[in-house]
Structure formats: structure tokens, C-alpha cells
């Protein structure tokens, strides 16, 4: 099998194909569970989970303006060239320009670039504690993945770690030093002088900054008390469960009952009405006379 570019090779190894990972002297199984594989898995689950705030459109360039103006002209228009295509095009017409024709585009670039520094203060102001939290963890990924490192997004109001005895020292008698000394022989005095003060003099420093780090440690529990629960990521690496569809059970259908026809219902009977009976009154019987006794004197 043909063997691959060293630009090919420095991909992760699970973003290569496995018949792929011996020519590029990694293993198949064992390697591609790597900390690379692991951070585009958790920054994957952290984008679907989190809605992380996106930043504004950087700075433009002079280039990238001349590249705006191209594909206006070509947007819209059916079968009309993506931007990578445009791109390649328009290179070798950028080359060709003289100063005074890109001059044009670096003044236009210049205006735009201040349009978005203030528009991305703006965003930077409309954030809060908990969108720094998710920017730094996702950066914090993406330095991890692509093996680069850059400052990230900082809360400006976040507060700040105080600074030590020996900066406090160093930063006053950094003015009394001749500017045109190089650093290393800045950084050399410096750290003489401070060897050379009596543990007084150091104590006035060192004493400034343990009463300002006292009022650190109050003002960054109260920062982080109002951060959102932070999201577990272990659980982007667990191994997804299959869902096993259980087989429908077949219902036995009954056979349908034939309809058997009912008799039909006689009429019913009218009711007819009997004469009432004449009540007939009954003489009373005559008690029979009872003989008074007569008694004898």
C-alpha cells in the first residue's frame, strides 16, 4: 500500500482509517482511544449540550475585503464559485495589484477593524461568569485537539491574583534602570537588589500582598458562587447503550362470528283494562242483647 504525506501522518489517529495506522506507525485498536480522540468526543457533548456564546467576525484584512468585493459579484448567480474557489482565482489578481490600488482596500480594512474592535466589546460586556466558564472550557479543548496554545477569552471582571513582594519591588525599580539594557541583564539587577534589602525592607512588600490576597480569596469565592454547575464530560466517553427492539408479539386474531338473525319480537299485547269492581258494603252484624242481672235484695 502507498504510503502517506507527513501531513497526512500528523492527523489524529481517529480521523485515519484503521488500514492506515500501521503505515503511519500506530497500531489499530490500542492507539486510537488517545487524549486527542477523547477531547473532540467531550467538545463534540459539550457543544450539543451548552449554548456557547460565538464571537463576532474578527478584524478584516485588506485581503479579506478585496475577497468580499469578488464574491458579491458572483453571489447569486446560478452555478457561481464557492469562496475557496473565488480564493484561488483572485490570488494571482491580488499579486498583480500596485500599492496605491490595495492602499484602497487597506483604508476600508482599517475603518471595518475598528467597527468590530467595538463590536466585540461589546459582546465581551454582554457575557456573564457563566459564559467565560463555557468560552475557557471549550478553548481549553480545542488547545488539546489541535495541539496549539492561545491565550483565551479572560472575564474582565473577574478578579485578578494580586501581585507578589518581588514583582511589587521589581516593578518600582524597574524605572530606575537605563532602558537600553537588555532584558536578561534587566532581570539580573533586579533579582541583586531584591537579595541585597534587609528582611524589614522585604517584609513591607510581602505584607502588601498577603493583605491583598486575603481580600482575593472573599471576592473570588463570591465569583465562583455565582458560576452554573459545571457539565460532566465523563459521561461523552461512555460507550453508547444499543437499543435492542423487543419483536412486536403476534396477536392470534379470533374468528369472526357469523351474525345470526334474531327472531323477530311478536307485537306485544295491548292491555286491556278490567271494570273495576263496585265495592259493596256489608250490614253490620247486630250484636245480640245482653240481659241486665238483676240482684236479689
Known amino acids: 500500500m502507498r504510503g502517506l504525506s507527513t501531513r497526512q501522518c500528523a492527523l489524529p489517529a481517529f480521523q485515519l482509517p484503521v488500514n492506515r495506522l500501521l ?7 490500542a492507539e486510537t482511544t488517545t487524549g486527542t480522540e477523547a477531547a473532540a468526543k467531550k467538545l463534540r457533548y459539550l ?6 456564546p460565538k464571537p463576532p467576525r474578527r478584524a478584516y484584512t485588506a485581503w479579506q475585503v478585496f475577497l468580499d468585493d469578488a464574491h458579491a459579484k458572483t453571489k447569486g448567480t446560478p452555478g457561481a464559485p464557492d469562496m475557496i474557489q473565488i ?13 496605491s490600488e490595495k492602499k484602497v482596500y487597506q483604508d476600508r480594512a482599517i475603518v471595518l477593524r475598528e467597527q468590530k474592535i467595538k463590536e466585540y466589546n461589546r459582546w465581551l460586556e454582554s457575557l456573564s461568569p457563566g459564559d467565560f466558564a463555557l468560552l475557557a472550557r471549550e478553548h481549553r479543548l480545542k488547545q488539546r485537539l489541535r495541539g496549539t496554545k492561545r491565550r483565551s477569552i479572560i472575564d474582565p471582571n473577574k478578579p485578578k491574583l494580586p501581585l507578589s513582594g518581588y514583582v511589587r519591588f521589581s516593578n518600582e525599580e524597574r524605572s530606575k534602570l537605563d532602558s537600553s ?3 536578561k541583564e534587566v532581570t539580573r539587577e533586579l533579582a541583586q537588589r531584591w537579595n541585597k534589602l534587609s528582611k524589614e525592607q522585604k517584609d513591607v512588600y510581602v505584607e502588601a500582598y498577603k493583605a491583598e490576597m486575603v481580600k482575593y ?9 455565582e458560576l452554573p454547575k459545571p457539565l460532566n464530560l465523563a459521561s461523552a466517553l461512555k460507550p453508547a447503550k444499543k437499543v435492542v427492539k423487543k419483536p412486536a408479539k403476534k396477536v392470534a386474531k379470533k374468528p369472526a362470528k357469523k351474525a345470526t338473525k334474531k327472531p323477530a319480537k311478536k307485537p306485544a299485547k295491548k292491555a286491556t283494562k278490567k271494570p273495576a269492581k263496585k265495592a259493596t258494603k ?16
Open 217 to 225: 480569596n472573599e471576592d473570588i469565592a463570591v465569583y465562583r458562587a
Open 181 to 183: 539594557l537588555p532584558a
Open 47 to 52: 457543544r450539543k449540550k451548552e449554548s456557547i
Open 282 to 297: 256489608k250490614p253490620a252484624a247486630k250484636k245480640p242483647a245482653t240481659k241486665k242481672r238483676v240482684s236479689s235484695a
Open 87 to 99: 480564493a484561488r482565482q483572485q490570488s494571482a489578481l491580488w499579486r498583480s495589484l500596485s500599492d
Open 23 to 29: 503505515v503511519c506507525g500506530l497500531s489499530t485498536a
